[in-house]
């Protein structure tokens, strides 16, 4: 605010006439950082305290060595199941196609999106990925999701753990990661990416599956969509699965 | 004595008190040539320093506690981040500027004995177009499908570039308001009503942006490194490009338009309006698009960049403003400089370490002794 003087009665004069530089400012070093350190734990406490409600409960599907229960129930038990079928590598699958449509489609493969209720989306891709094993395809499909999701790291929580990855009935190699979709403007969301692949000998398809933190896991529905496309794919002609 | 530059009498001393200018036998040319920075005169105008360009009006002495407590600040997320507490962190980190901000605006009392609207205006305007902006930037981010079927979890053009160049504008909307009010009428108003909408708005942003974040659980998975990294881009690098290109191009303005009429140009043609706010938005955009192409260590050093710009062009405003608002009121008593400690006649500058004394916190009259006298404090 201005410390110029203006005349009395002018339509511009200043309202408060309070000089500067008469004194330091109010709270000198201590009480700033006083203030400062106490608004700030406040913050962190309150952040701990929204988070910890949002917080999704997990726990491990099977703790080791112990029996597993009843596997989780899928989704929508007895419907009419839409066909996909790869010209290009002549693999096929099943999906819900009331829950799930197709996003993307080319040679290698099809994408397909849900659409949870709270707005965000997940996303299925099955592939083939031809001339290498399973494992080299996993690897080789987190160095190509390492250039878009950010803090990319493999997630290691036994809650998450993949049990039996297997694509076409056929047994596999399977991951779990865990990253956040980031922009300029922050952190938008932490996703899971579930990643499997199998080979028959002559063919090797991958399966991924990237969702929202909150919406994955091994009781989620997610997992239970993914799980039944994965069962249902078929492998090329002649090489059908055993 | 006359000082060569103004060519009015000024106290003998190193700095005129009028205009600023060094009294120096060898000195020549305007006070705003000078090189001692007119809000920090110990520090050099071009030294790309943080505190004393963000927070002007602070005395020299105030100054290392700001900096004690962004240190704490930013220590503190590093550790939250360092723990895998990412979604405290990433809160710690959104509020950490907008923090300091009020504190100082507390601090140094800019608008003591008037109401507090105008700062609380500014700041909640800053604050409703963030949370408007976060949830257009949820809008347009790119989804799951997007990240697994091209690859691709960038939206470079919104994201990159539309939404931090509207961003910018509309958040200097609210200080744009405040400036046909003739109480606002130094640079300096400018420059904090731009600061602590750029502020609020950035933190605004980032916590709206990041809702579907914060239920993912307290510890959720990640690497830990490439979270500070980003942390660090999102809670400092990011705000203060926003910041000092925000209260760089509210300098402009104000100079242009509220300063007197002689001063209108002083900043060239870097301080037209036409230039001003367009070279804001552009630093602004090339900063945020750098997150789009790089990886977070990357973006962070990208934004160091950014920043170091944005500083010395805001530093430079804020220069030129000071030295050009030389008061016409008669010399005053004898005070001690907030800054220096020297006993200095009082008018526009200390007339030993040259600060402008507009740059200090005001005086609090009490009751018992009259505005003008010196404060009773001894100086640091």
């Known amino acids: 605010m201005s410390t110029e003087a203006a005349a009395p009665g002018s339509p511009h004069q200043h309202p408060s006439h309070h000089f500067r530089a008469g004194s330091h400012g109010r709270l000198r070093i201590r009480r700033t950082l006083a203030i400062f350190v106490l608004t700030f734990a406040v913050i962190v406490g309150v952040g701990a305290a929204l988070t910890s409600v949002q917080a999704p409960t997990r726990h491990p599907a099977c703790p080791p060595l112990q029996p597993c229960g009843v596997p989780a129930p899928t989704v929508r038990p007895l419907v009419a199941l839409s066909v996909f079928r790869s010209a290009q590598s002549g693999f096929s699958l099943e999906y819900d196609g009331s829950l799930l449509t197709i996003a993307h489609q080319d040679g290698a493969g099809v994408t397909l999106r849900v659409q949870f209720k709270d707005g965000t989306t997940g996303a299925m891709n099955v592939q083939a990925a031809p001339g290498i094993s399973p494992s080299a395809a996993i690897a080789a499909r987190v160095k190509l999701l390492q250039g878009s999701i950010s803090q990319l790291a493999r997630d290691d929580d036994p809650a998450d753990e993949l049990l039996g990855a297997e694509v076409g009935l056929r047994s596999g190699s399977g991951a779990v990661f865990r990253g956040d979709l980031a922009g300029p403007q922050g952190v938008s969301q932490s996703v899971q990416i579930a990643i499997e692949s199998a080979t028959n000998g002559r063919r090797t398809l991958l399966a991924t599956v990237l969702a929202p933190a909150q919406h994955v896991g091994p009781q989620s529905d997610m997992y239970a969509l993914a799980d039944q496309i994965i069962n249902s794919v078929r492998w090329a002609e002649g090489t059908a699965s055993s | ?380």
């Open chain 2, 1 to 380: 004595m006359t000082c060569p530059s103004c060519e009015q009498t000024t106290p003998e001393g190193r700095f005129c008190i009028r205009c600023g200018a060094p009294l120096a036998d060898d000195w020549e040319g305007k006070s705003r040539t000078r090189s001692h920075f007119a809000a920090a005169s110990h520090q050099h105008v071009a030294h790309p320093a943080l505190i004393s360009t963000l927070f002007p009006h602070l005395p020299r002495a105030s100054q290392s506690g700001f900096r004690l407590a962004l240190a704490f600040g930013l220590a503190v997320v590093a550790g939250l981040a360092a723990l895998r507490l990412f979604p405290m962190a990433l809160i710690a980190a959104a509020l950490l500027l907008p923090l300091l901000v009020v504190l100082y605006l507390i601090d140094v009392d800019v608008y003591e004995g008037e109401p507090p609207w105008a700062v609380a205006f500014v700041i909640l305007w800053g604050a409703v177009a963030g949370v408007g902006f976060g949830l257009l930037a949820i809008d347009v981010a790119p989804s799951a499908v997007d990240v697994i079927a091209h690859g691709d979890s960038q939206n470079v053009v919104q994201q990159g570039l539309l939404l931090p160049f509207a961003g910018l504008l509309v958040l200097l909307i609210g200080p744009v308001l405040l400036l046909p009010y003739h109480r606002f009428n130094d640079v300096l108003d400018g420059v904090t009503f731009g600061t602590a909408a750029a502020a609020a708005f950035g933190g605004a942003q980032a916590i709206t942006y990041g809702v579907h974040y914060f239920g993912s659980g307290v510890r959720p998975a990640g690497a830990i490194a490439p979270w500070i990294w980003r942390l660090l881009s999102l809670g400092l690098g990011m705000p203060i490009v926003t910041m000092g290109a925000a209260a760089a191009a509210c300098a402009a303005l104000w100079l242009r338009y509220r300063a007197p009429a002689r001063d209108c140009e002083a900043l060239g043609p870097a301080g037209h309006p036409v230039v001003a706010l367009p070279l804001a938005a552009a630093l602004v955009m090339g900063a945020a698009v750098g997150e789009t192409f790089l990886p977070p260590w990357g973006w962070l050093l990208w934004l160091a960049a950014f920043d170091v710009v944005v500083i010395i062009m805001l530093r430079r405003a804020i220069h030129v403003g000071l030295l050009e608002e030389a008061l016409e009121i008669p010399i005053g008593p004898e005070i001690a400089c907030p800054n220096c400690g020297a006993q200095t006649a009082r008018h526009t500058f200390c007339g030993n370490c040259g600060i402008s004394l507009q740059a200090l916190p005001k005086t609090r009259p009490r009751r018992s002794e009259p505005v003008a006298m010196p404060a009773s404090e001894p100086p640091a």
